[in-house]
């Protein structure tokens, strides 16, 4: 009886300490059936890719209300390339600024949600690329 | 290279897979746990248990920091957190506490859901262990949910079983009542520097006085004069469950509680304790997979339609469950 689950890291990076969001989509992730792994505040990059390598997860959520999303990302995507998880997406929340989601998206980052984002859409959206 | 390999090589990617599998009760999980298990029986198995809220993930944390600095052994963590029973979802938070282990390659934490399934729960933990022992890992430290049976689970799975306790959750009566506490190698009482420890250390000392009445020494005109004790008392191999205070958050009591878990191995090692856990795990592993092959057997040979027959009768109360039972075992029910 094979029982697999969406396993999905949410992670806050850099330094700024405002996790309500990211408690929020937690919980809406958790309530759509998904086992959701919390690292909780102030992760650095490695740390981030390191629990994302033990744990397995398919999908990395971060939350960056710092500003410092285009410096992040693209470290936290390069580490898990470099782990060997090319197959884990990654998706953001957060105060992202409209110039900077179509340079995130062209990274890789798969969704970018902004203040006023659905935990429906978020939540449909993970479903479609892990499921397909 | 094929996964067993890759796993023995210690590649952590690999490992990670595996556990996910083994978590899925995947086919190629099962497969690898049978090349695995002749690399399997050198960890030590440290169970942690305890009501929610007493510290079982910072102490597990400082644990695990404690054996990195101190003694340079290879820490896994598996930290259990519970499903929602309506979702099927889980936040699995144990990791904020453990932030301090980040970055040590010689440590691995993986956090798991309870999924539901008692006894599944129980099957893939020790197999997840299984895979961390086959790694190489010296210790693996597995922290419970914080109630219901599967602290019990943990004691016939683990070596060493910590149960924490915390001031001002209990009296002398939740003290003596079956369960959690018989299940303790060694009682911790957590959050040390918090108003009613000293009460919950008596509760935890009477408790235990009750059961493992210790050798009694009376004092006379202020010479020690040993009294008389029961025979079984007097086995020098009894092991009677220390207390050890601890403040997990400042690190205080874990060099202590270290001594404590090593003394346990040793006196494991000395008789026939550790060989008896070894010969209890593996009964507890063999017959729940006889009970899901049978399950798996069951399935196989019977029709839907035949099982959701009786089971209209049943709901109709004209056969009791019992008999539903008889029916479809085909009277291969003796």
Known sequence: ?132 | MTTTQSILNGDRLALARLLTKIENNAPEGRDALIELFPHTGKAHLIGVTGAPGTGKSSLVNQLALHYRKVEDKKIAILAVDPSSPFTGGAVLGDRVRMRDLSGDEKVFIRSMATRGSLGGLAQSTANMTQAFDAAGFDMVIVETVGAGQSEVDIARLAHTTLVVEAPGLGDEIQAIKAGILEIADILVVNKGDRPGVENTEKALKSMLELAHPTERIFRHHGVAMKAETPKQNTNKNLWIPPIQRTISTEGVGISELADLIAKHATHLRSGEGWSARERIRLQVEIEALIQESLMNQFRQDTSKEKYDEVFEKVFQRNISPWEAVKMLMNGRLK
Do not use: C, W
Request: glycine share 12%; charged share 25%.
């Open chain 1, 1 to 132: 009886m094979a029982e697999k689950k969406i396993r999905v890291l949410v992670a806050k990076p850099g330094l700024d300490g405002h996790d309500r969001g990211a408690k929020v989509v937690a919980r809406a992730l958790r309530d759509a059936g998904m086992e959701v792994i919390y690292t909780g505040l102030r992760q650095t990059p490695e740390m981030i890719a390191e629990a994302a390598l033990q744990e397995d997860v398919d999908v990395v959520g971060l939350s960056v209300l710092s500003g410092a999303h285009m410096a992040l990302a693209p470290r936290i995507m390069e580490l898990l390339h470099a782990n060997g998880q090319t197959h884990v997406k990654v998706f953001i929340g957060g105060i992202i600024p409209d110039e900077d989601l179509i340079r995130l998206k062209e990274m890789g980052v798969t969704g970018v949600y902004g203040p006023g984002a659905s935990t429906d859409d978020i939540i449909r959206d993970i479903q479609e690329t892990v499921t397909g």
